[in-house]
């Protein structure tokens, strides 16, 4: 008899073979394909080295230049007694220019009080050009050091002596007492051309014997940070990476030579922003000549004149010239003085040589020994003339620079303007502590924003003293020169800042609107 067991086992028996049957089969079939999922791709093959062959070439040539002439680079570390005081009518330099000095922020300090000096330490490069210890610098590196040393390549720190200075290039000359060291050859700077690849050596942000690379960016720049517009230019632009620190490192091309000395940036982050400066070989290598002579100082000629760089169009315009030196201060007593040369002239020639611009006409006289002589060819209201000029060492420049060369007129005091006129400026005549002080023109009260004036950069507290070459020596001739300015004219507007007034005249200017 069956029972209901044995039905049940009957019937349900085969159904949980065939359960388990379908379960083992489904885990077997399932079981390799997750083992594949888990298992790693092929790894791509590696490129033929055949077909990047030229990018491992350029790799291996890199690798060589840079441990050729790493050996040679300095980190120069420097202790200084600064002196915090910086008076309000000092000029503090571009805020967007940094040359690295070692001394935290080159524009900060305090105004007015006594001066508060203190002891600093600060580091930037060097570069060992001669086996027997003679180092390039930057001058703000090692300005006011009371002691200098130098970690070398191999890790050695050796105490260094300063040799010379040039405060007008930013270069500097120490000394170890060392023989036999590596160093690097100079290279001919007028050779470069924009494109080419150089290299950065130095010590930036105190990371030791650091090595970028970048191209020439653009050449014969114009002094990235003049606070003196008599300074040489033709800067190399780089945008190998420079940062604070790189500061007297070499620039250095594809041959292993010094074809620059790093010494400035364009920043508006006090870091790189691909915007670098270095000066040129051809001008380190006479500076560094004279350094390590027997007087240990550069010896420069001077006529006695001051100019702008990077003149308005409009300016070229009124003034009637395409190329050459627009003169917008004189030394008194000074040679360009003596000679007759006068504000407002426009130097074209140096004994028959062309003048293109201040940097031509700087590296021109620059070159010569005081004491000689140089025909200088110049426009005046037009007309060519020139005059013999004996140069004068700079650092004996007789006078002071000013760019004063109108005398007062006999209109007498104008009424005081009540709102902006067609150029947008509010003008008054000048208080008499600065008439008293030999200062001629009107004082710019206000200027209207998004004006004429506002637009070419003019700003309240400049003294205007010339405006389209009419001299303006009060409110009357003032009034009288803008009101005869119309639409689509050019206006050259020539001003003096009353807190530096012997610094010479600035122009501004642009088409009327």
Same mark, same amino acid.
Request: neutral net charge; without cysteine; hydrophobic residues 35%.
């Given at each position: 008899?069956?029972?209901?067991?044995?039905?049940?086992?009957? =019937?349900?028996?085969?159904?949980?073979?065939?359960?388990?049957?379908?379960?083992?089969?489904?885990?077997?079939?399932?079981?390799?394909?997750?083992?594949?999922?888990?298992?790693?791709?092929?790894?791509?093959?590696?490129?033929?080295?055949?077909?990047?062959?030229?990018?491992?070439?350029?790799?291996?040539?890199?690798?060589?230049?840079?441990?050729?002439?790493?050996?040679?680079?300095?980190?120069?570390?420097?202790?200084? *007694?600064?002196?915090?005081?910086?008076?309000?009518?000092?000029?503090?330099?571009?805020?967007?220019?940094?040359?690295?000095?070692?001394?935290?922020?080159?524009?900060?300090?305090?105004?007015?009080?006594?001066?508060?000096?203190?002891?600093?330490?600060?580091?930037?490069?060097?570069?060992?050009?001669?086996?027997?210890?003679?180092?390039?610098?930057?001058?703000?590196?090692?300005?006011?050091?009371?002691?200098?040393?130098?970690?070398?390549?191999?890790?050695?720190?050796?105490?260094?002596?300063?040799?010379?200075?040039?405060?007008?290039?930013?270069?500097?000359?120490?000394?170890?007492?060392?023989?036999?060291?590596?160093?690097?050859?100079?290279?001919?700077?007028?050779?470069?051309?924009?494109?080419?690849?150089?290299?950065?050596?130095?010590?930036?942000?105190?990371?030791?014997?650091?090595?970028?690379?970048?191209?020439?960016?653009?050449?014969?720049?114009?002094?990235?940070?003049?606070?003196?517009?008599?300074?040489?230019?033709?800067?190399?632009?780089?945008?190998?990476?420079?940062?604070?620190?790189?500061?007297?490192?070499?620039? =250095?091309?594809?041959?292993?030579?010094?074809?620059?000395?790093?010494?400035?940036?364009?920043?508006?982050?006090?870091?790189?922003?691909?915007?670098?400066?270095?000066?040129?070989?051809?001008?380190? =290598?006479?500076?560094?000549? !004279?350094?390590?002579?027997?007087?240990?100082?550069?010896?420069?000629?001077?006529?006695?004149?001051?100019?702008?760089?990077?003149?308005?169009?409009?300016?070229?315009?009124?003034?009637?010239?395409?190329?050459?030196?627009?003169?917008?201060?004189?030394?008194?007593?000074?040679?360009?003085?003596?000679?007759?040369?006068?504000?407002?002239?426009?130097?074209?020639?140096?004994?028959? *040589?062309?003048?293109?611009?201040?940097?031509?006409?700087?590296?021109?006289?620059?070159?010569?020994?005081?004491?000689?002589?140089?025909?200088?060819?110049?426009?005046?209201?037009?007309?060519?003339?020139?005059?013999?000029?004996?140069?004068?060492?700079?650092?004996?420049?007789?006078?002071?620079?000013?760019?004063?060369?109108?005398?007062?007129?006999?209109?007498?005091?104008?009424? !005081?303007?009540?709102?902006?006129?067609?150029?947008?400026?509010?003008?008054?005549?000048?208080?008499?502590?600065?008439?008293?002080?030999?200062?001629?023109?009107?004082?710019?009260?206000?200027?209207?924003?998004?004006?004429?004036?506002?637009?070419?950069?003019?700003?309240?507290?400049?003294?205007?003293?010339?405006?389209?070459? *009419?001299?303006?020596?009060?409110?009357?001739?003032?009034?009288?020169?803008?009101?005869?300015?119309?639409?689509?004219?050019?206006?050259?507007?020539?001003?003096?800042?009353?807190?530096?007034?012997?610094?010479?005249?600035?122009?501004?200017?642009?088409?009327?609107?």
């Amino acid at each position: 008899m069956t029972t209901w067991k044995d039905l049940t086992r009957r =019937i349900f028996a085969p159904l949980l073979a065939a359960a388990m049957v379908v379960s083992v089969g489904a885990y077997e079939f399932a079981k390799p394909a997750s083992a594949a999922a888990l298992a790693p791709a092929p790894a791509a093959p590696a490129l033929d080295s055949n077909s990047v062959g030229a990018l491992l070439s350029l790799d291996q040539a890199m690798e060589a230049l840079a441990s050729r002439v790493t050996p040679a680079i300095v980190n120069v570390t420097v202790t200084s *007694k600064t002196n915090l005081k910086m008076n309000a009518d000092e000029d503090q330099g571009e805020p967007n220019m940094q040359q690295f000095g070692p001394f935290g922020n080159p524009f900060g300090g305090q105004f007015g009080g006594r001066p508060q000096p203190r002891v600093e330490h600060g580091l930037g490069s060097g570069v060992i050009i001669s086996p027997d210890g003679y180092i390039v610098t930057n001058n703000h590196v090692v300005d006011g050091s009371t002691d200098i040393s130098v970690t070398m390549g191999d890790r050695r720190i050796l105490p260094a002596k300063l040799v010379g200075t040039d405060p007008l290039t930013d270069l500097a000359v120490i000394k170890v007492n060392a023989t036999g060291l590596p160093s690097v050859p100079w290279g001919d700077s007028t050779q470069l051309h924009p494109g080419q690849t150089v290299l950065a050596f130095g010590n930036p942000f105190g990371l030791r014997f650091t090595v970028t690379r970048g191209i020439v960016s653009a050449l014969n720049r114009p002094n990235p940070s003049a606070t003196d517009r008599r300074k040489p230019g033709q800067f190399i632009q780089t945008d190998a990476a420079i940062n604070p620190g790189n500061s007297g490192g070499p620039l =250095i091309n594809m041959d292993g030579q010094v074809i620059g000395v790093n010494t400035a940036i364009y920043t508006q982050s006090a870091g790189y922003q691909g915007v670098g400066f270095a000066m040129p070989s051809n001008t380190v =290598i006479e500076v560094y000549n !004279e350094l390590i002579g027997p007087q240990h100082k550069v010896v420069r000629g001077s006529i006695g004149i001051s100019f702008q760089q990077d003149l308005p169009a409009a300016v070229g315009r009124v003034y009637g010239f395409k190329s050459g030196v627009l003169v917008s201060s004189v030394a008194k007593g000074g040679p360009a003085e003596q000679a007759g040369i006068k504000v407002g002239d426009i130097i074209t020639s140096v004994d028959g *040589k062309s003048i293109k611009d201040g940097d031509d006409l700087v590296n021109t006289i620059t070159d010569r020994h005081p004491g000689s002589t140089a025909k200088v060819g110049y426009l005046r209201n037009g007309q060519q003339q020139s005059a013999t000029v004996t140069i004068q060492d700079r650092t004996k420049t007789v006078g002071s620079l000013t760019g004063q060369n109108n005398t007062p007129s006999d209109n007498g005091p104008g009424e !005081e303007q009540s709102g902006p006129d067609k150029l947008g400026i509010t003008a008054v005549n000048l208080p008499q502590q600065l008439t008293s002080r030999g200062v001629h023109g009107v004082l710019i009260q206000q200027v209207k924003p998004g004006s004429f004036a506002d637009e070419i950069g003019l700003a309240q507290g400049a003294v205007i003293n010339e405006i389209n070459k *009419k001299p303006i020596s009060n409110k009357g001739d003032y009034t009288a020169a803008v009101s005869s300015l119309k639409t689509g004219d050019d206006v050259v507007v020539s001003i003096v800042d009353p807190r530096r007034p012997n610094t010479g005249n600035f122009y501004r200017g642009g088409t009327l609107p």
